[in-house]
């Protein structure tokens, strides 16, 4: 069973809808109501449980779902350990691929934290030297100089 | 069927609160002394009689080796641990070590574990329950910090077995308390829970939709609590006598706890009045002479005092409101969680953080045991009309070479959850691997806790990074951990509930409600109430439940259980576990799936390494991490310079 029809909405549901989705899914198959149930329901409530977790763990992140549904097209039903991996894997290298990139990136965040944008764009900068490719700093600093200092 | 009687109790660092629900309304059940809550101190008397609550607190003046404060805090801890070390700098009473690191109370020549320690307090609150209630009760949900990790919870639940409680539920603070505040009300709010206990700071965010109570993010900080802020003003009281009178307070144990009860009692008046004048007579003599104390508190500058602890809370409160993808503007209602929230220096603060006045109908003390009362209630009931979906507070991880982890469960993930990595071998025909159970934010592993480990063996050894291990971590609606490593070739698994770092094993709690040492209590707070030996459990292990009637079943429609055998088959379908049962498309996805998974040095589990120190040749493993990351970046500028 995948996930949209584990959570019972069309492939192309938005985000909201998978959100209400969700929570009328987990009101139907929440562990606490089984509590006193016999084991083996128990158990497969629990699973259910799980999967519909996972299901919307995977469909509320753009990058996640995304990648879910391509596997989806290619027979897979659920979101494998080795697709996660790719979206971690993306997802760090937009954080910078080498040490001194992510060095400095993790810096203009600090920065960015504390809304000193100026700063936070000096250290992208220093990032961007060290990784002249990396798309994701270049989108970052576009956003940064937009601001308002 | 008629109905068991629940109550929920608020286990506290410093003070401990129960409550049932009777009529539909959450009430909180009063000590013999008329009083909500109840000192979470223990002490044990020279002819070997043991207080517990108002009477164990006098003693922490009086007796201060055998009675025991703040054992929360120690709570599912290891003997090294930061938090045991400070424990041990300001404890009267022996801290000592136990079996595989514990923590150990030594009360003259006898070893109290902690979870007894917390069974002593449990106890009491039963007790107090019971006398209360006037019948007897069983069945309780305890609460615990959310930030607290997976050992805490196994402690706290193994605390009320051994006070002879069946536990329904851990649930956590912050949730019991936005629980009690929208119980009913069909509310559909955003809110944020600012939970400053005792001994620890959480702070949650949830969003409630008519029934449904669903944690967007939880954050805390387990070393920071309202004790915290009395250590800055006994520390400035100490500092003042020591100004005027050149001797130290500390030096003297007797005069320091006189001198921490006044600052307690100077915090409780500052919620009422904006000036405290702290007198405390003959505090200390020097050369005969009686030297007194007296200090006049404005609220103001005890608001200084504690300005950076409460920045501190509030950092926390940021990350909690980043998780969750809210800002201030977004959120409905502010929940005060905590005695030290009562102090108008403190609400002053969180008012100008949140923008907004915190909710003022709620009593800070007894609305998280009123919150539990709630959800005991409807786990027993067979009409349940709220939904908690919780988060995990921790990111949980596997441990890999080089001293570094893995995260498999992100924090804030929504529980029930389980989810299963790939990792490959370190060493060529490696035998078995030792996997290591974290919890915490770092990447390094020693910066986290460690839950538990254990050796897998019985997968086929092969060259290095062809042998796939598959790695389970599941997590229940508790919060509690399971983890389980298994070979997808031969089918070889080993699993293990987390819970053998600093709790105790399920032998060892049998073998304490064996001996009845918890029996001991003299029930104090003046209840002469039952004290008969408890009658055996009355939850059965809950295997051996079986029911024949779904009246049992809270709250399910028929449909949805006739649905049930069905959907569980199909979550299993065998297409599911490996990628495509079609050889062709099978193929090629394998392929580029396994082209875009990390590096294998980046999650190649140790070698069989649990004592041994890491060789060179692993610290050159992880070196790879960069250099094959610059290849990869080498590789994007070659293609863009053809």
């Given amino acids: ?83 996660e991996d790719a979206v971690r ?6 954080r910078g691929l080498t040490a001194n990139g992510r060095r400095f990136y993790a810096l203009a965040e600090d920065e960015e934290r504390e809304e000193n944008v100026p700063a936070a764009i000096t250290h992208l900068k220093t990032a961007l030297t060290f990784e002249p490719k990396n798309a994701a700093f270049k989108e970052h600093l576009e956003t940064l100089q937009k601001k308002p200092k | 069927m008629s109905k068991n009687v629940t109550i929920g109790i608020d286990l506290g660092t410093s003070n401990s609160c129960v409550a049932t629900v009777a009529d539909g309304h959450p009430q909180v059940l009063a000590n013999a002394y008329g009083e909500p809550t109840t000192a979470s101190v223990v ?114 639940k193994d605390a009320g077995r051994i006070a002879g409680l069946e536990v329904l539920r851990i649930l956590n603070e912050p949730t019991a308390a936005a629980l009690a505040y929208g119980y009913g009300k069909n509310l559909k709010q955003k809110v944020a829970v600012y939970d400053l206990g005792g001994g620890t700071f959480d702070v949650s965010v949830l969003e ?15 070393y920071l609590g309202g004790e915290d802020f009395d250590d800055r003003l006994i520390d400035t009281l100490a500092d003042s006598f020591q100004a005027e009178h050149d001797i130290n307070v500390r030096s003297d144990p007797f005069a320091l706890e006189k001198l921490k009860g006044a600052a307690e009692r100077a915090k409780i008046e500052l919620s009422e009045a904006e000036n405290v004048d702290i007198e405390i007579p003959a505090l200390m003599t020097k050369d005969g002479k009686a030297l007194n104390l007296s200090y006049s508190l404005s609220s103001d500058e005890y608001g200084k005092l504690t300005q950076d602890l409460l920045q501190r809370t509030f950092k926390v409160c940021d990350e909690a409101l980043q998780q969750s993808g809210l ?23 969180v008012k100008e953080y949140f923008q907004r006045e915190p909710e003022a109908d709620i009593n800070p003390d007894q609305v998280v045991a009123m919150g539990a009362a709630i959800h005991a209630d409807s786990l027993s009931s ?26 498999i469960i992100d924090r804030n993930s929504p529980v029930p959850i389980d989810h299963t990595r790939i990792f490959n071998t370190l060493q060529d025909h490696q035998e078995s691997i030792a996997v290591r159970i974290h919890q915490g934010e770092s990447r390094a592993a020693e910066d986290n806790s460690l839950l538990g480990e254990f050796e897998f063996r019985g997968f086929e050894p092969g060259p290095r990074g062809d042998v796939k291990i598959e790695v389970t971590f599941a997590i229940n609606t508790e919060g509690i951990v399971k983890v389980s490593a298994r070979d997808p070739k031969t089918g070889a698994e080993q699993s293990t509930t987390v819970n053998m770092s600093s709790g105790l094993s399920a032998e060892e ?12 209590v003299a029930a104090t707070g003046g209840s002469s109430g039952p004290q008969s030996p408890l009658p055996p459990m009355n939850g059965l292990p809950n295997d051996e439940i079986m029911l024949d009637s779904d009246d049992d079943i809270i709250g399910v429609e028929d449909d949805v259980l006739h649905d049930i055998p069905k959907i569980q088959e199909d979550l299993t379908e065998p297409d599911e576990l490996e990628l495509t049962t079609e050889a062709d498309s099978s193929e090629e996805l394998f ?11 980046e999650i190649d589990l140790g070698a069989n390494a649990i004592d041994e120190p890491l060789s060179d040749e692993f610290s050159d493993e992880l070196e790879l991490d960069d250099s094959v990351l610059d290849d990869l970046l080498a590789d994007e500028s070659d293609s863009d310079a053809s």
């Avoid at chain 1, 894997?89 to 937009?94: G, L, N, R, T, V």
């Fill in chain 2, 43 to 156: 002490s044990f008397g020279e002819d070997g009689s043991i207080s517990v609550g108002n009477e164990a607190k006098a003693r922490v003046i009086l007796d201060p080796k055998h009675t025991v404060s703040s054992a929360k805090r120690l709570m599912g801890r290891f003997y090294f641990s930061e938090e045991v070390k400070k424990a041990r700098a300001i404890c009267r009473y022996e801290i000592a070590s136990g079996e595989n690191n514990a923590v150990r109370i030594k009360i003259r020549n006898e070893e109290f574990s902690l979870p007894e320690i917390s069974a002593f307090v449990l106890k009491e609150m039963k007790a107090v329950a019971e006398q209360g209630l006037g019948t007897e009760v069983v069945q309780a949900v305890i609460t615990v910090p959310a930030y607290f990790n997976d050992s805490q919870r196994q402690a706290t």
């Fill in chain 2, 382 to 407: 067979t009409n349940a009309n709220t939904y908690l979906l919780d988060v995990t507070p921790l990111t949980l991880r596997l441990g890999i070479a080089g001293g570094m982890t893995e995260p």
């Fill in chain 2, 509 to 520: 709690i049998d073998s304490i409600i064996a001996r009845g040492r918890t029996d001991d």
């Fill in chain 1, 1 to 83: 069973m995948d996930y949209y029809r584990l959570l019972r909405v069309e492939n192309g549901a938005p985000s909201n809808q998978i959100r209400s989705a969700y929570h009328s899914a987990r009101r139907q198959f929440h562990p606490d109501s089984f509590i006193n149930a016999e084991p083996a329901l128990r158990i497969a409530v629990d699973e259910i449980a799980k999967r519909i977790t996972e299901a919307y763990m995977v469909l509320r992140n753009q990058s996640r779902r995304r990648a879910y549904d391509e596997a989806l097209n290619s027979g897979a039903k659920r979101f494998t350990a080795a697709a």
């Fill in chain 1, 89 to 94: 894997q993306s997802e760090y290298a937009a």
């Fill in chain 2, 327 to 349: 800002s201030v503007g977004d959120l409905d209602g502010v929940i005060l969680v905590g005695g030290p929230t009562r102090l108008p220096a403190i609400r002053a603060a």
């Fill in chain 2, 591 to 601: 392929g580029k799936l396994e082209n875009a998974t990390f590096d294998s040095s």
């Fill in chain 2, 208 to 222: 409630l939709g008519d029934d449904v109570f669903e944690v967007l993010a939880t954050c805390g900080d387990t």
